[in-house]
């Protein structure tokens, strides 16, 4: 073994009696970021900031609670010390895609409830949650979890014998997943923002292509993750969702294009989503994309 990439030798500190968990803290900060992000694009793309903070934090109480069904459901037959494991959030345990779900329905009702413009909070969320989803990694890094198979590479990540699966107690290390999807998201952010500034993009198009290339990504790493707990015709039941996801968002590019025949930035004022006006008169525009 040349060369390796230790794992933190603790996940959580003292103050006194509280006990901070580093996941935690990562998870807080993935959290404020996105929602800064989304809300500062919004008002950028030529939305309402209000509509963005209303929107943003439906999206974060539902999204979590999304997340974290998706983990616990698969995993209710499995033995545990205690009950409550299902609420004990910082010691890992959320899934992106029920995240996804859950925080997508939260901005379909909240954006188009308040007269907002739907496609427009989803561009603005396209690098939000990307962002976040790359400062998030690092909570598994320190929990050591949501490893791949075991590695012979010099970026191979050590990992403590108590927290080897069963069956590679005897590898020193393990493909650093957790690092990959943290390097992919940057790539995302990178391709989505370059996008977005050259060419003439139709809305919703932005978060469309999220949603293709982590779905992508998220296929290949089921390869050689290890923390799922089933299997269908040699897929995890996540691989299978990343197909599904995929098609979703080609699906969306082709009924984007249909349903947007004018690019975002060439939108007449006014002409965006075409929802209703809110109650108190709130209205939003699909006008010129500022970056």
């Given at each position: 073994?040349?060369?390796?990439?230790p794992?933190p030798?603790?996940n959580?500190?003292?103050?006194?009696?509280?006990?901070?968990h580093?996941?935690?803290?990562?998870?807080?900060?993935a959290?404020?970021t996105a929602?800064?992000?989304?809300?500062?694009r919004?008002?950028?793309?030529?939305?309402?900031r209000?509509?963005?903070?209303?929107?943003?934090?439906?999206?974060?109480?539902?999204?979590?609670?999304?997340?974290?069904l998706?983990y616990v459901?698969?995993?209710?037959?499995e033995q545990?010390e205690h009950w409550y494991?299902?609420f004990?959030?910082w010691?890992g345990g959320?899934a992106?895609?029920g995240?996804?779900t859950?925080?997508?329905?939260?901005?379909?009702?909240?954006?188009?409830?308040r007269?907002?413009s739907?496609?427009?909070f989803?561009d603005a969320?396209?690098?939000?949650l990307p962002?976040a989803q790359?400062?998030?990694?690092?909570g598994?890094?320190?929990n050591?979890?949501?490893?791949?198979t075991?590695?012979?590479?010099p970026?191979?990540?050590?990992?403590?014998?108590?927290?080897r699966p069963?069956k590679y107690l005897?590898?020193?290390?393990?493909h650093?997943?957790f690092l990959?999807?943290?390097?992919?998201?940057?790539?995302?952010i990178g391709l989505?923002?370059?996008?977005?500034?050259?060419?003439?993009?139709r809305r919703?198009?932005?978060?469309?292509?999220y949603?293709?290339?982590?779905a992508v990504?998220r296929?290949?790493?089921e390869?050689i993750?290890?923390d799922?707990?089933s299997?269908y015709?040699?897929?995890?039941?996540?691989?299978w969702?990343?197909?599904?996801?995929?098609l979703a968002?080609?699906?969306?590019?082709?009924?984007?294009?249909?349903?947007?025949?004018?690019p975002?930035?060439e939108e007449?004022?006014?002409e965006?989503?075409?929802?209703a006006e809110?109650?108190?008169?709130?209205k939003e525009?699909?006008?010129?994309?500022?970056v």
């Open positions: 073994m040349l060369a390796s990439i794992s030798s603790f959580v500190f003292h103050i006194g009696s509280l006990s901070i580093i996941y935690g803290i990562f998870m807080g900060i959290v404020a929602y800064v992000v989304v809300t500062h919004y008002a950028k793309l030529g939305g309402d209000r509509i963005a903070e209303s929107a943003g934090f439906w999206c974060i109480v539902l999204g979590f609670i999304g997340a974290r998706a459901l698969p995993r209710l037959g545990h494991w299902i004990q959030i010691e959320i992106l895609y995240g996804l859950f925080g997508t329905a939260a901005a379909i009702l909240v954006v188009r409830r007269g907002g739907f496609w427009m989803a969320v396209s690098v939000a962002a790359a400062i998030g990694r690092w598994n890094y320190f050591q979890e949501l490893f791949g075991p590695t012979s590479l970026w191979g990540l050590q990992i403590d014998p108590e927290n069963a005897d590898a020193e290390t393990f650093p997943t990959y999807e943290m390097l992919w998201n940057l790539a995302i989505l923002l370059w996008l977005e500034r050259h060419r003439k993009l919703g198009t932005l978060f469309a292509l949603v293709i290339l982590y990504a296929f290949l790493l390869f993750r290890t799922s707990p299997r015709l040699g897929l995890s039941r996540n691989a969702y990343s197909l599904a996801v995929i968002g080609f699906g969306l590019v082709w009924w984007i294009r249909r349903r947007h025949p004018i975002a930035d007449p004022e006014g965006g989503d075409g929802e809110a109650a108190e008169g709130e525009s699909g006008g010129v994309v500022e």
